[in-house]
């Protein structure tokens, strides 16, 4: 610090604590900057957060939005789906049916064919035996 020669012992005093309360004036005005700076600092930081918070739940309701939509599109898939299960398990039922019935058809007409053929090679061997048709027998009706 200098020193003033012509201020007398008080006046000196005086000086210094004006130096002093100076010095703790400038301090606590940097300390009350850099608190009011820091505050800033918090108060722009937490609105950043608070825009990326709206942004993100923004977001989230057009995904849900979104996952609607495709969970909406997947029951109706499923559900046609369901539709054509059932109608080809019904044609399925009646194509059984009918080859069932076809297999029954055969069988008959195999049945039938057999009785003729049996008929065919017994008058064919009657035939042989005797080189001739014989007449047939004829019933009487009465």
Not at 12 to 22: E, F, I, N, P
Not at 27 to 53: C, I, P
């Amino acid at each position: 610090m200098r020193r003033l020669p012509a201020l007398p012992h008080w006046a000196h005093a005086a000086l210094v604590r004006l130096d002093a309360t100076t010095a703790v004036a400038a301090v606590l005005g940097l300390a009350a900057l850099a608190g009011w700076g820091a505050f800033a600092g918090k108060a722009w930081s937490q609105r950043d957060l608070a825009e990326q918070v709206e942004l993100l739940q923004a977001d989230r309701g057009r995904l849900t939005a979104s996952l609607r939509q495709v969970e909406q599109a997947n029951a109706e898939i499923a559900r046609s789906g369901q539709e054509k299960l059932a109608g080809l398990r019904e044609e399925l039922g009646q194509t059984v049916a009918a080859r069932e019935a076809a297999k029954a058809q055969l069988a008959a007409a195999q049945r039938d064919t057999a009785s003729l053929k049996k008929r065919l090679d017994q008058a064919r061997d009657r035939v042989a035996e005797t080189g001739s048709i014989k007449p047939a027998e004829t019933k009487k009706v009465r």
